[in-house]
């Protein structure tokens, strides 16, 4: 991607966002008589993104500057990243039914298999460390400072 | 005030904390990728059934100790801990490949020690007259000072003003979701029950700086395996000797003087603090073509400044509750947990609080000074833990302490969907520290907006006819030009030397 086009993305991301805020704001009920209401910073924010975001967008697009238009080389996995948040995704949504300690044995070991390669991939290491982490953590909130975590389906 | 401070501070438990928040925080500033902000706001959750001042005295620990354990990898590995470490790195690494590491990590704890007590110091007597002088603000005054600090972290967290700005007002649109101030009218739910009371700060900042880092990790997965080459080291003492300590004197006074100054204006940072330090100490040396080379004077600039910014940092977030980085970002969220609001009255009604903050901070800079130098080869040992396994352990601490928040699912679920806006925000280049800074003032600024508006019955001359306000308004207004031109300048340098113009930020 160039500096170019993650600028001009930035600007009409920001612009939409500060449109839908300002639609959104005009539904705010004023309460009170004397006051500008509850609706009346929201929009000024909104307006203030949309002026922001359209100024910004105006200086990129009359860049003349031609290292704007390089491509930007990064070397990004992919398959990372993503399988990351698809993990971390599986996760939170397993973390309230089926429990803390199961859901957190998985998602361990899976990421920890995700962000290992060939060298330092230890299945046995990452499957006890798996388990030991989630059960001292649990012992430490809700037995050490009293603090729940959820239970789930199989009640630990 | 003082006395129930020092009892209060000097129990068994509330020492325990201390101690165990500045070691754990050296390990987290240790380690490069983990941060201050994330040791303090990991750890944030916890504090929320202790005692008041326990809970502080934790996160204190916590703060000092992040910040001065970044020096441990910047010398050994080349790889500042925190970005507060960066120019430890310039004579730090080159000691080290001259096999003076042991000198190079003694030094560095030893003036990291005298520049947190050179800005506990400055905090100490400061802040009261700071906080009588804020007693003067009214509504108006407030709105600027709002808007000051949010254009000042706007224009010098990145290089690019604008998306320093929209990043801003993101976090105080992201405020404004749940009930207003004032009224309580509700805003922006959607009819989702969940955000009546709107979004944590704790919520926002796990999302927001620790798990976009494990994400961003996760595409940097292939590097996780590569290991920097660790020097080794050898130390007596703190590595230096009285006469070289004396030496050093002006260039720590000068440097700490830096460091206070830096760490009062919000968003600018220790490793600014740090750079300006190192080129004041070379500029005044009497051997300037020496620094790089792997000398002490630059690690003392270094080390004293980046200290001594923790004490200025907590002078505006004591005085006016305005945070002016992440860390103190998140001590304003265990301030208001802890029911202790920041502001001119805080020293009248929460001075045996306040009090005890600096006592834990001057407790916590001797922990440091001691547990630091003790516990080096365990610390340099931990410089070993490999990346691929502390990070998913780090991701499952976050979604506790989110949970443990509210204690509910529905901040887990926002802890990633901040993540994803972290990640979208790092990929666009736009830095996320005025998104914080701006969640945080967004309630002030909105609820004296509103304030400063009713009482002048709608008009908006008010915040031009009080000399406070019209002040901070002109500040504001000329730092924003001064980095507009500033910006302007350096894309023509930018082009004409032929590489590419883009935002870079510091967090904690």
Same mark, same amino acid.
């Given at each position: ?154 009640g630990f | 005030m003082i006395m129930q401070a020092f009892t209060a501070i000097f ?64 010398? @050994? ?26 000198r190079a990590l003694g030094v560095g704890i030893l003036f990291s020690f005298i ?38 972290? /706007? ?28 009224? /309580? ?54 590595? @230096? ?5 004396? &030496? &050093? ?30 080129t004041a100490a070379k500029n005044s040396s009497k051997y300037p073509e020496k ?9 003392? /600039? ?16 004591? #005085? ?9 970002? =998140? ?46 080869? @365990? ?16 991701? =499952? ?16 679920? #926002? =802890? ?37 508006? &009713? /009482? ?14 019209? #002040? ?7 730092? #924003? ?28």
């Amino acid at each position: 991607m160039t500096i170019k086009t993650r600028n001009t993305i930035a600007s009409v991301i920001f612009l939409l966002f500060g449109g839908f805020m300002f639609y959104a704001s005009l539904g705010v009920k004023t309460v009170m008589s004397n006051d500008v209401g509850s609706g009346y910073v929201p929009r000024f924010i909104a307006v203030l993104i949309i002026l922001t975001a359209a100024g910004k967008l105006a200086l990129t697009l009359l860049d003349k500057n031609p290292n704007s238009r390089k491509k930007e080389t990064s070397k990004s996995d992919s398959l990372g990243g993503f399988g990351t948040i698809g993990l971390m995704l599986l996760y939170m949504l397993a973390f309230n039914s089926v429990g803390f300690i199961l859901s957190t044995v998985c998602y361990l070991f899976a990421q920890m298999m995700l962000l290992s390669d060939n060298t330092n991939r230890r299945p046995i290491l990452f499957a006890i460390l798996s388990i030991v982490v989630p059960v001292a953590v649990y012992a430490l909130f809700v037995y050490g400072i009293s603090m729940p975590l959820p239970v789930g389906i199989f009640g630990f | 005030m003082i006395m129930q401070a020092f009892t209060a501070i000097f129990t068994p438990v509330c020492l325990g904390l201390i101690i165990f928040g500045t070691i754990l925080g050296i390990v987290f500033g240790s380690i490069p990728g983990l941060s201050a902000t994330m040791a303090v706001v990991l750890f944030l959750p916890i504090t929320f059934g202790m005692e008041p001042t326990n809970g502080i005295s934790l996160l204190v620990g916590l703060y000092m100790g992040g910040i001065s354990g970044g020096l441990i990898s910047a010398i @050994l590995l080349k790889i500042p801990g925190t970005p507060s470490s960066i120019s430890t790195v310039f004579d730090g690494a080159p000691m080290a490949e001259r096999g003076e590491a042991g000198r190079a990590l003694g030094v560095g704890i030893l003036f990291s020690f005298i520049g947190s007590i050179f800005g506990i110091l400055a905090l100490w007597f400061i802040s009261p007259l700071l906080a009588k002088v804020t007693l003067l603000f009214s509504a108006a005054d407030y709105f600027s000072v709002a808007v000051f600090a949010l254009t000042i972290i /706007a224009s010098l967290s990145g290089k690019d003003m604008l998306s320093g700005l929209l990043s801003g007002l993101l976090g105080i649109a992201l405020a404004m979701v749940g009930m207003a101030p004032i009224d /309580a009218a509700t805003r922006f739910n959607f009819g989702n029950y969940q955000l009546l009371s709107g979004f944590d700060i704790t919520v926002l900042l796990i999302g927001v700086f620790a798990v976009t880092d494990i994400i961003m990790v996760g595409f940097g997965r292939r590097n996780l395996s590569k290991k920097a080459e660790k020097k080794p080291y050898q130390l007596k003492g703190y590595g @230096l000797s009285m006469k070289e300590f004396i &030496q &050093q004197i002006p260039n720590v006074i000068r440097s700490s003087v830096i460091g206070v100054g830096i760490g009062i204006l919000p968003g600018i940072g220790g490793s600014t603090a740090g750079l300006l330090s190192y080129t004041a100490a070379k500029n005044s040396s009497k051997y300037p073509e020496k620094f790089g080379t792997g000398i002490i004077d630059g690690i003392i /600039a270094s080390e004293s400044s980046n200290n001594a910014v923790i004490g200025g940092s907590l002078v505006p977030l004591l #005085c006016m509750g305005i945070p002016g980085n992440t860390v103190t970002a =998140v001590f304003l969220g265990g301030l208001t947990i802890h029911g202790i609001s920041p502001g001119p009255l805080i020293f009248t009604k929460s001075g045996n609080i306040v009090y005890g903050i600096y006592l834990a901070l001057i407790v916590s800079s001797v922990v440091m000074l001691v547990f630091e130098r003790l516990g080096l080869p @365990l610390f340099v040992k931990l410089l070993d833990i490999p990346k691929h396994i502390l990070l998913p352990i780090i991701m =499952v601490l976050c979604c506790v302490g989110a949970y443990s928040s509210n204690n509910r699912a529905f901040d887990v679920y #926002c =802890v990633l969907g901040f993540g994803i806006l972290g990640l979208v925000l790092k990929k666009l280049k736009i830095p996320s520290t005025p998104l914080i800074i701006g969640f945080i003032l967004g309630s002030m600024f909105e609820e004296n907006l509103r304030q400063a508006l &009713q /009482a002048s019955h709608g008009s908006w001359s008010i915040f031009v006819t009080r000399p406070i306000s019209l #002040c901070f308004l002109l500040v504001a207004v000329i730092s #924003c030009a001064l980095t507009v031109r500033k910006n302007l300048k350096d894309k023509k340098t930018a082009a004409l030397a032929g590489a590419s113009f883009h935002t870079e930020e510091e967090e904690g």
